[in-house]
C-alpha cells in the first residue's frame, strides 16, 4: 500500500490515468466502475490503480471521516461477484490534514478483461468509459502472454465442435450486460475469447472453455466428475444404498450436487416455544451445499481423481483432489484464500451456485453451529483437501 508521501504526490497528479478522485462515500457503481477499469490496466502501466475517496476534484481532501463501515463497504467490492474476475485490491485509511481518505489500491489483473456487471470498463488519461471492440480484444490478447490458470490453458486438440454453442449463448446471457451482446457483431471465437472460454493464439477451447461448455468433458479431463455415494451406516465397509457419478457440463454437475443434496437431507421440527417450532437438520442442506460447491470450484482439474462426496450415517466427507493453493495454508484458513480456477469461479457466480466469494467455508460452520451440529472440520494435505461434517445429535 502507499505511503502517506505518495498519496499525497498522487492527489496532486491530476493527469494521472492511474487515479480516480471521489468525494462519492455512497455511490458504490461508481467505485466498482473505477476498480474494474484499474483491473484492466488498459495502458499497460503494469501497476496499480487508485481510488482515493474524500479527495475533491483539484486533489485537496474534502474534509471525509472514513468510518470503518465505508473500509468494508469498499472491500466488499472485492467478493460481491459483480467484478469478473475477482480484482485483487486492498483497502487503508489515511488521515490528513483537512480530512481522511480512504484508499482503494487495484492491481492490474493477469487475465484480463474484467467487466463490472456484464461491461468492460477501461481508463485512458482522464477519460473512463466502455472498452470499444478493438480495446477488448487488445486485453485479450494481452492475456495470452501472461501467466495462465490451469483453466485459461488451452485444450490443445479440441475445436469448437467439441463445445455444444447453445451452451454458450446461455452461459453468455449470464455473463454480458444484454445490450452489449446486442451491439456485438464479432466471430463467436472471439466472443468466447472475450469470456477466457477459447484460446485464439491455438484455435481451441481453453480448459475452463472445454468444462463449462463441452460434449465429452471426461475425453480431455478423466477426473473431472464427483462420485456420490450414501453408505448404509458409518463406514467405508458398509453397503452403498445409493450410488451416482456425477460428470457433465459444470452447470449439469452443478444442478445434480444440488439435487442430491436436496434428496438425502433430512430434517424434524423442534418446539422452540409454545407457539413456535424450527426446522433441525441432521445436516443443514446450505452448508452441506457451500462445501460441496467449494470443492468443485477449487480442485486441482488436471488431476485424474474425482471429488469424492461420502455421505455416511453419522458425518459426511468431502475431498477434492489438489492441497491449499496460493497464499491459503492451513493457520489462515478459510479467512485467506486464492483461487485456482478463476473461469470456473466466475461461472459458478453466474450461474447462481456462488453467492459471494471468500465466505462460503465461514457461511457454513455458521450454519453448522445454528443447527447444534459440531463445527466442519479440515484436513489439509499436499494432493487433497478433506471436510468433514458430523451429524448434529
Excluded at 180 to 190: C, I, K, M
Aim: proline share 6%.
Amino acid at each position: 500500500m502507499l505511503t502517506e508521501d505518495e498519496l499525497r504526490r498522487l492527489m496532486a497528479d491530476l493527469e494521472s490515468d492511474r487515479v480516480e478522485r471521489t468525494t462519492s462515500t455512497n455511490k458504490s457503481d461508481k467505485h466498482c466502475r473505477a476498480i474494474c477499469a484499474f483491473a484492466n490496466d488498459f495502458p499497460g502501466h503494469g501497476k496499480p490503480g487508485y481510488l482515493l475517496v474524500g479527495v475533491d476534484d483539484d486533489g485537496r481532501p474534502s474534509g471525509l471521516k472514513v468510518t470503518d463501515q465505508l473500509l468494508q463497504n469498499l472491500g466488499a467490492h472485492r467478493d460481491n461477484g459483480r467484478i469478473q474476475p475477482l480484482p485483487a485490491m486492498s483497502v487503508e485509511r489515511f488521515v490528513l490534514e483537512g480530512g481522511e481518505v480512504a484508499v482503494v489500491e487495484v492491481r492490474p489483473s493477469d487475465i484480463p478483461p474484467v467487466r463490472y456487471d456484464g461491461r468492460i470498463h477501461i481508463r485512458v488519461g482522464p477519460r473512463r468509459g466502455i472498452a470499444s471492440e478493438q480495446e477488448e480484444r487488445i486485453l485479450v490478447e494481452r492475456r495470452a502472454s501472461a501467466f495462465k490458470t490451469f483453466d485459461l490453458r488451452p485444450c490443445r486438440g479440441a475445436t469448437t465442435a467439441d463445445l455444444v454453442m447453445e451452451s454458450f449463448f446461455q452461459y453468455r446471457s449470464f455473463s454480458v450486460a444484454p445490450d452489449v451482446v446486442e451491439e456485438n457483431h464479432r466471430t463467436t471465437e472471439l466472443q468466447m475469447a472475450s469470456l477466457s472460454l477459447y484460446d485464439l493464439g491455438s484455435q481451441a477451447p481453453t480448459y475452463g472453455g472445454m468444462l463449462i461448455l463441452g460434449k465429452e468433458i471426461r475425453r480431455w479431463l478423466p477426473g473431472a466428475y464427483v462420485q456420490f455415494v450414501r453408505f448404509d451406516g458409518c463406514s467405508l465397509a458398509d453397503d452403498a444404498r445409493d450410488e451416482k457419478l456425477v460428470d457433465g457440463d459444470l452447470l449439469t454437475v452443478l444442478r445434480e450436487l444440488d439435487g442430491l443434496i436436496k434428496l438425502h437431507t433430512t430434517g424434524h421440527p423442534r418446539p422452540v416455544s409454545a407457539a413456535q417450532e424450527k426446522m433441525v437438520w441432521d445436516y443443514p442442506p446450505f452448508a452441506v451445499r457451500e462445501l460441496v460447491m467449494n470443492a468443485v470450484m477449487h480442485r486441482d482439474y488436471e488431476a485424474v481423481a474425482p471429488v469424492r462426496f461420502y455421505w455416511f450415517d453419522d458425518h459426511i466427507e468431502i475431498q477434492n483432489p489438489g492441497g491449499l493453493y496460493g497464499a491459503a495454508t492451513r493457520q489462515n484458513f478459510p479467512r485467506q484464500n486464492a483461487y485456482r480456477n478463476p473461469i470456473i469461479a466466475g461461472a459458478m457466480k453466474a450461474f447462481g451456485f456462488v453467492n459471494t466469494y471468500g465466505h462460503g467455508v465461514m457461511r457454513a460452520q455458521r450454519i453448522l453451529a445454528e443447527n447444534g451440529n459440531p463445527p466442519a472440520e479440515f484436513e489439509f494435505q499436499d494432493t487433497f483437501v478433506l471436510a468433514k461434517l458430523t451429524r448434529a445429535s
